[in-house]
């Protein structure tokens, strides 16, 4: 039986481009509201029509598409278990835009955004780990390792993403470079976050296979890869909303008195 990502996927895999569309459609914000009822139905579908025990006659490519898009978005793949709700792709476009946005506006050379900086790195440390490589099930004898990379790689992004940001606004005067000063923290501290949290891929590889889909053996090239392409796809979703909306923000000021007085509206803005 095919796989239903190779029959049903509306975008070509192959490509990088594909893929990132791919991500943006399993992300979507709307699966953070589904019961955990329509969850397992769609598990069952999905883990089904791949086991063969249904076929392409017994159902609609609609309904095998959304039920694909659900599991990708909040099952493991490797494992088939539920990822906590916080840790889903989904729920990446609104805890990272409320981070985002209380760090743009906490946009100082002040100790008091090392907290927000904190919680960042931590949300972000939560993401990579709920969705890290799940070769093998988790077990209590590598829970402290992964105890331990949480930590360092919350502390280490934090420490940088902090005192890169001071160092750039002590040195920074033009208006235009300063409205880039976010995006190079968070880019900053992605570089460092994720391949802690990832580790595993890099030491031990991540599995490979044939186009018969059988398991040929790991690959530490592949694992440094899919990080990589992992942090600059980050990088790039990210860039627009971190650059623009401080341009769009000092319009409105020099536009708005209402919108230059009022600096909670900045928030929600």
Not at 11 to 27: A, E, M, P, Q, V
Not at 39 to 47: C, S, W
Not at 52 to 79: C, F, M, R, W
Not at 94 to 120: C, F
Request: glycine share 6%.
């Amino acid at each position: 039986m095919e796989n239903p990502k190779t029959v049903s996927c509306p975008w070509d895999l192959n490509t990088y481009f594909g893929r990132w569309l791919y991500y943006s459609w399993i992300t979507n914000p709307k699966l953070n509201f589904i019961s955990s009822g329509t969850i397992e139905n769609a598990k069952l579908l999905h883990l089904s029509y791949l086991n063969g025990s249904i076929s392409n006659d017994d159902i609609t490519e609609t309904k095998l598409l959304y039920a694909h898009q659900i599991y990708e978005s909040v099952i493991h793949p490797d494992t088939n278990e539920l990822q906590n709700r916080f840790g889903r792709l989904s729920f990446i476009p609104i805890g990272k835009s409320l981070l985002v946005a209380v760090l743009l506006s906490q946009l100082t050379k002040n100790y008091s955004s090392y907290a927000w900086h904190g919680l960042n790195q931590s949300y972000d440390s939560l993401v990579n780990f709920t969705n890290r490589n799940g070769d093998t099930k988790f077990i209590p004898t590598n829970q402290f390792r992964f105890g331990i990379s949480i930590l360092a790689a919350t502390a280490t992004s934090t420490l940088a993403a902090f005192h890169i940001e001071r160092f750039l606004l002590s040195k920074i005067c033009h208006p235009i470079l300063y409205r880039f000063v976010p995006l190079i923290t968070f880019a900053s501290a992605s570089f460092i976050n994720v391949p802690i949290m990832r580790h595993n891929e890099i030491i031990d590889g991540v599995r490979i296979y044939d186009c018969n889909k059988e398991k040929v053996g790991y690959s530490r090239f592949a694992g440094l890869k899919g990080i990589g392409e992992t942090i600059v796809t980050r990088i790039i979703m990210l860039a627009p909303g971190v650059v623009l909306i401080q341009y769009l923000e000092d319009v409105l000021d020099n536009k708005s008195c209402w919108f230059r007085k009022n600096k909670w509206a900045h928030f929600c803005f």
